[in-house]
């Protein structure tokens, strides 16, 4: 927790510049960590169910493609 805090102080102490480069980098981390959760999700087949339900429910006419 040590480093956090330090971190949080660093990042708290960044110029306007630096934080608009700083915030710009980590919006593009979690981007990119969430692209690669979503891709081990579906290899490993949790998205399965999902998929399922929304082809049923195309089908059905429960929902359109715009």
Do not use: H, N
Not at 15 to 41: G, H, N, T, V, Y
């Amino acid at each position: 927790m040590e480093d956090l805090e330090q971190l949080k102080l660093s990042v708290a102490a960044l110029s306007k510049r630096d934080m608009k480069k700083f915030a710009a980098w980590f919006a593009e981390l979690q981007a990119d960590l969430w692209d690669k959760q979503i891709e081990a999700d579906a290899k490993a087949g949790r998205l399965d169910k999902l998929a399922d339900k929304a082809r049923a429910d195309l089908k059905a006419g429960r929902v359109s493609l715009l």
